[in-house]
Antibody, heavy 115, light 110 residues
Framework: EVQLVESGGGLVQPGGSLRLSCAAS????????MNWVRQAPGKGLEWLSS????????SYADSVKGRFTISRDNAKNSLYLQMNSLRAEDTAVYYC????????WGRGTLVTVSS | QSVLTQPPSASGTPGQRVTISCSGS????????VNWYQQLPGTAPKLLIY???QRPSGVPDRFSGSKSGTSASLAISGLQSEDEADYYC???????????FGGGTKLTVL
């Protein structure tokens, strides 16, 4: 079964850091582009970042550029999102999603930025 | 403010056909394919339509998609109570070099 499982969310103070992970299983992880998308409480979907299958091509939304870093470890079938300088407006459920069509999604992990 | 424009709400009675629109620009919908996602309450989004009109395995043919110019539409025929959900359109944006989403449409089955 194709599966994505996010982890690493939690409560963090403004200005703090957090590293999210996404564990992939049931497919050849190294063959797929991967993405991070978030959803603030009661709001819509916001794409954050994409990374190519080999990790060489990366793009970011302006809202997180310079603060968030996407990476992957194909040997561990894992995707990561390092989040620094967190703000209250970064509070959201963070999803990893597979591929150029965002065809498979994890269940998400909640990040709450609050003092 | 979302880059793609969707109506915030839509509704219909069981058995009816409803459509949801998605309006973009030449840098996104006008030059790239459109995907549609269904998000049931309390769950993660699920791919419903990709490449403008194609359905992933397991998606009923009651769901259909179309695109013309800088606009796209999702149609749901034979509306069922379990279709009550939020629906989002998305496309790659060549200017922003990233995915852009519509604001979402909340579908209510009356």
């Amino acid at each position: 079964e194709v599966q994505l499982v996010e982890s690493g969310g939690g409560l963090v103070q403004p200005g703090g850091s957090l590293r999210l992970s996404c564990a992939a299983s049931g497919f050849t992880f190294s063959s797929h582009e991967m993405n991070w998308v978030r959803q603030a409480p009661g709001k819509g979907l916001e794409w954050l970042s994409s990374i190519s299958s080999g990790g060489t091509t990366i793009s970011y939304a302006d809202s997180v550029k310079g603060r968030f870093t996407i990476s992957r470890d194909n040997a561990k079938n894992s995707l990561y999102l390092q989040m620094n300088s967190l703000r209250a407006e970064d509070t959201a459920v963070y999803y990893c999603a597979r591929g150029g069509a965002l065809g498979v999604w994890g269940r998400g992990t909640l990040v709450t930025v609050s003092s | 403010q979302s880059v793609l424009t969707q109506p915030p709400s839509a509704s219909g009675t069981p058995g009816q056909r409803v459509t949801i629109s998605c309006s973009g620009s030449s840098s996104n919908v006008g030059s790239n394919t459109v995907n549609w996602y269904q998000q049931l309450p309390g769950t993660a989004p699920k791919l419903l339509i990709y490449n403008n009109y194609q359905r992933p395995s397991g998606v009923p043919d009651r769901f259909s998609g179309s695109k013309s110019g800088t606009s796209a539409s999702l149609a749901i025929s034979g509306l069922q109570s379990e279709d009550e959900a939020d629906y989002y359109c998305a496309a790659w944006d060549d200017s922003l070099n990233g995915w852009v989403f519509g604001g979402g449409t909340k579908l209510t089955v009356l």
